[in-house]
């Protein structure tokens, strides 16, 4: 705010040393309205709305201590000062304590040094106003920003309820195999996926998926899933599908189609209960699927592209006879980000020994590795089961 931009209201007598005040005022550029009463300063004040009122004690018949109480009442952060010949001092303790910004003790011909005090003060409560306006903003905008939080968690919370809606039940018992999961997310949506089904041939299918990222746009690309576990159970003999490999074939295809910016890694694999045979391929999925019996545990080691990103990757398959008790074990890449050890291969190497040690269903390895008793965990988590129940 310049000079020429402040209005400036004088209270003082209408005659008198005073009469220099408005003067002085005028010429060092100030916009100026002079009153002689307490009413018509009150009146001013809620009509113009001045920048500062400059009160003079000399000679005045005006309750000083009345009107300060009266102007903070209409505008609490209206600055006053105090204007006298005679220094008064016996006053100023108390004005100032009833709420005057500052005093000046006034003498003939002083005009720089009231101008300079004026604007001073003017320029103090211009920058005391824009904190005030900046803490209200800034006070608004939390508000807001906590509404839409609020919103957006709803939002997800909802999204996680569909989501959890599309998981298959768990445990589930399908003629002699137990399927059961668990799934840790970072946020409240996953981009982590599991799903499993009988086949029309009696076989049953299952796979652990894991979408790149995390959260919503993660969470999304899970219904694409969905919807193709639904399409590929219904028409698995149209299809014309003879392996694994040639499922996630299909699924690249599939991906690639919905031109998507999340890639996804799968292992996905076929048990046939008759002739005691699990056929698998994988699609980059890791750590590897453990398969576990009472003769011990090895990973299911095999190579693959993610799905989603390349236009013509081969997926190999492979086959392995299973005992009448099995359990195939599958965690998503996540489990690696809460585990103590400081490389990739000790933490593969301790995966394999929990499973040996007998910690084969799902609730005994999320405790087992502290997934229960990590309060957030740093990408999602899945830990998925397949067991031979004989």
């Given at each position: 705010?310049?000079v020429?931009?402040?209005?400036?209201?004088?209270?003082?007598?209408?005659?008198?040393?005073?009469s220099?005040?408005?003067r002085?005022l005028?010429d060092?550029?100030f916009?100026?309205?002079?009153v002689?009463?307490?009413?018509d300063?009150?009146?001013?004040?809620?009509?113009?709305?001045?920048?500062?009122?400059?009160?003079?004690?000399t000679?005045?018949?005006i309750?000083a201590?009345?009107?300060i109480?009266?102007?903070?009442?209409i505008d609490?952060?209206?600055p006053?000062i105090?204007?006298?010949?005679?220094?008064?001092e016996?006053k100023?303790?108390?004005?100032?304590?009833?709420?005057?910004a500052?005093?000046?003790?006034?003498?003939?011909?002083?005009?720089?040094l009231?101008?300079?005090v004026i604007?001073?003060?003017?320029?103090?409560?211009?920058?005391?106003?824009?904190?005030?306006?900046?803490?209200?903003k800034?006070?608004?905008?939390?508000l807001?920003?906590?509404?839409?939080?609020?919103?957006?968690?709803?939002?997800?919370?909802?999204?996680f309820?569909?989501?959890?809606?599309?998981m298959?039940?768990a445990?589930?018992?399908?003629?002699k195999?137990t399927?059961d999961?668990r799934?840790?997310?970072?946020l409240?949506?996953?981009?982590?996926f599991?799903?499993y089904?009988?086949?029309q041939?009696?076989?049953?299918l299952?796979?652990?998926?894991?979408?790149s990222?995390?959260?919503?746009s993660?969470?999304f690309?899970t219904?694409?899933?969905?919807?193709?576990?639904?399409?590929l159970q219904?028409?698995?003999?149209s299809l014309?599908f003879?392996?694994?490999?040639?499922?996630?074939?299909?699924?690249?295809?599939?991906?690639?189609?919905?031109d998507?910016?999340?890639?996804?890694?799968?292992?996905?694999g076929i048990?046939?209960?008759?002739?005691?045979?699990?056929?698998?391929?994988?699609?980059a999925?890791?750590?590897?699927?453990?398969?576990s019996?009472?003769?011990?545990?090895?990973?299911?080691?095999?190579?693959?592209?993610?799905?989603?990103?390349?236009?013509?990757?081969?997926?190999?398959?492979r086959?392995?006879s299973?005992?009448l008790?099995?359990?195939?074990?599958?965690f998503?890449?996540?489990?690696?980000?809460?585990?103590?050890q400081?490389?990739?291969?000790?933490?593969e190497?301790?995966?394999?020994?929990?499973?040996?040690?007998?910690?084969?269903?799902?609730?005994?390895?999320?405790?087992?590795?502290?997934i229960?008793?990590?309060?957030?965990?740093?990408?999602?988590?899945?830990?998925?089961?397949?067991a031979?129940?004989?």
């Amino acid at each position: 705010m310049g000079v020429g931009d402040s209005e400036i209201l004088v209270v003082e007598q209408p005659s008198g040393a005073e009469s220099e005040l408005q003067r002085l005022l005028q010429d060092s550029g100030f916009k100026t309205t002079n009153v002689t009463t307490e009413g018509d300063c009150l009146s001013q004040i809620r009509t113009s709305k001045p920048d500062l009122v400059l009160l003079s004690l000399t000679k005045s018949v005006i309750d000083a201590h009345s009107l300060i109480s009266e102007i903070l009442k209409i505008d609490a952060n209206l600055p006053i000062i105090l204007t006298s010949v005679d220094g008064e001092e016996d006053k100023l303790v108390s004005l100032l304590e009833a709420g005057a910004a500052d005093f000046l003790r006034f003498v003939s011909g002083q005009g720089t040094l009231l101008k300079y005090v004026i604007e001073k003060t003017i320029q103090r409560q211009s920058i005391h106003e824009l904190h005030i306006a900046t803490e209200e903003k800034l006070e608004y905008l939390n508000l807001k920003l906590g509404e839409n939080l609020k919103i957006l968690e709803r939002d997800q919370q909802a999204g996680f309820r569909v989501q959890r809606g599309m998981m298959p039940v768990a445990p589930t018992t399908i003629i002699k195999v137990t399927f059961d999961h668990r799934i840790f997310p970072s946020l409240i949506l996953s981009g982590d996926f599991i799903d499993y089904f009988e086949l029309q041939d009696r076989r049953m299918l299952f796979y652990i998926a894991d979408v790149s990222g995390h959260g919503a746009s993660s969470a999304f690309v899970t219904v694409l899933l969905k919807s193709l576990s639904r399409r590929l159970q219904r028409d698995y003999k149209s299809l014309g599908f003879d392996s694994p490999g040639s499922i996630l074939t299909w699924l690249n295809r599939e991906l690639l189609q919905c031109d998507l910016e999340q890639h996804v890694t799968m292992f996905l694999g076929i048990v046939d209960c008759e002739e005691n045979t699990l056929e698998y391929s994988n699609a980059a999925q890791f750590p590897a699927a453990i398969l576990s019996s009472d003769d011990g545990a090895q990973f299911l080691e095999i190579g693959g592209l993610p799905l989603g990103l390349y236009q013509a990757p081969e997926y190999d398959s492979r086959s392995v006879s299973l005992p009448l008790h099995f359990t195939i074990v599958m965690f998503s890449d996540g489990v690696f980000e809460i585990m103590p050890q400081q490389t990739l291969k000790a933490k593969e190497e301790h995966l394999l020994s929990v499973v040996k040690c007998g910690k084969r269903d799902v609730e005994a390895l999320a405790e087992q590795l502290g997934i229960e008793s990590t309060r957030e965990v740093p990408d999602d988590i899945a830990v998925f089961t397949v067991a031979g129940v004989g």
